[in-house]
């Protein structure tokens, strides 16, 4: 029996990159602890094998293919979740992606640009088509997926942190807007975790050794080590908890 402090039967929560990586396990997750899940990223193929994957779990789930890069797909993937499961409870603003690997001087205009685009502009645009309603009906709750990089200077994936320090910034102003309507907006920065996103660095000795041993629990974290946080925050347990940036990271930020 699931305890009534994380018991989300009922609610609808929508994941953005959620075929796979720590979006899959989230999702996963919040649909054993009993809410309705629709499963997005850009890849249909992907995102109706995760779909088939949790639904063997007897979770009620949807698949929702979306580029949330386009403005139109997310105003087809908000129409179409609420057609499917109605008006949406939890959403989880998750996907994200880091194409320069190197210094800050050298990410072109067009790294730069899809960075912000994905990892910031369009969260702010999901957000903005979802958070009025859960206003209107004076309960939500929101998670962004934001990242230890974005809490410290950082000398390979600068432009990607600068994106995800904002969304850390971003959860801060939303809780504040929208907190008399009990909405709720959180971050999680997670640390390194084991997913295709991670491969250059968990893929790297000369990185990956380092890391371990700054990391008081050494070792890389797997994406179910997201997925409670997720659970905490989307549920009654977190009832009280807003504005938060919750660092999963296997204590890498607090380590000597
Ligand atoms: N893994 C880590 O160490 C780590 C640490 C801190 C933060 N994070 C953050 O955690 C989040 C998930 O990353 P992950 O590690 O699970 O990586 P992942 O396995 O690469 O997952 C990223 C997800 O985002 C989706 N996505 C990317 N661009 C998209 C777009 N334009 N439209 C819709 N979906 C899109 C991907 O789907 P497609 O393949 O279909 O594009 C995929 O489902 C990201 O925001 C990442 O920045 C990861």
Known sequence: MTSALFDLTGKTALVTGSHRGL?????????????????????????????REIADEGVDVL???????VDAE??????????????????????GINPHFGSLTEATDDEYDAIMRINLRSVVQLCNRVIPGMAKRKD??????????????NGKIGV??????????????????????????NAISPG?????????MTGNPDILAPRILKTPLRRVGKPEDIAGAAVYLASPAGAFVTGHNLVVDGGTVIGD
Do not use: W
């Not at 908000?78 to 603003?93: H, K, Q, R, S, Y």
């Not at 939500?140 to 200077?153: C, D, K, Y």
């Open 140 to 153: 939500g709750a929101v998670i962004l997926t934001s990242s230890l990089s974005g809490l410290r200077g």
């Open 74 to 95: 997310l105003d087809r993937l908000v129409a179409e979740t609420e057609a499917g499961f109605g008006p949406i409870d939890i959403l989880v603003c998750n996907a």
């Open 192 to 200: 390194l975790i084991d997913t295709e996103f991670s491969k250059p």
């Open 63 to 69: 698949s929702i293919p979306c580029d949330v890069g």
């Open 23 to 51: 979006g899959f396990a989230m999702a996963r997750e919040l649909g054993r602890a009993g809410a309705r899940v629709v499963i997005s990223s850009n890849e249909p193929a992907g995102c109706e094998a995760a779909r």
């Open 160 to 185: 990607y942190a600068l994106s995800k320090a904002a969304i850390a910034q971003l959860a801060r102003n939303y809780a504040v807007e929208f907190g008399p309507d009990n909405v709720r907006v």
